[in-house]
């Protein structure tokens, strides 16, 4: 009789844990965008490219809302250098 309640809690045991398993990779799979209703709008905000300058500068090229921003950003600080610069790409609804 020992035998059958080991049995059983290993196999509650492994039941727990595909559970756990499973409910992350519906998270990976999905995001956690999915939960909170934004993931049909994507991200707003991307990286195009990104050059260093020198030692301590770099030029980001920034897209938001179809929108492009060149960025000179610094150890400490930060500069616009040219704003809303009309996007070659269409950004998807």
């Known amino acids: 009789m020992d035998a059958i309640v080991y049995l059983r809690s290993v196999a509650a045991l492994a039941l727990v844990i595909g559970l756990i398993?499973?409910?992350?990779?519906?998270?990976?799979r999905f995001g956690?965008?999915?939960?909170?209703?934004?993931?049909g709008g994507g991200r707003r905000l991307k990286?195009?490219?990104?050059?260093p300058v020198d030692g301590r500068?770099?030029?980001v090229l920034v897209r938001r809302?179809?929108?492009?921003?060149?960025?000179?950003?610094g150890a400490s600080s930060a500069l616009v250098v040219e704003?809303?610069?009309?996007?070659?790409?269409i950004p998807p609804p």
């Open 47 to 51: 990286v195009i490219e990104s050059l």
């Open 21 to 28: 398993l499973g409910g992350l990779w519906l998270v990976r």
């Open 65 to 73: 809302d179809g929108h492009e921003h060149l960025l000179l950003i």
């Open 32 to 39: 956690l965008g999915a939960m909170t209703g934004l993931a």
């Open 57 to 59: 500068h770099r030029l």
């Open 83 to 89: 704003s809303a610069i009309l996007s070659t790409e």
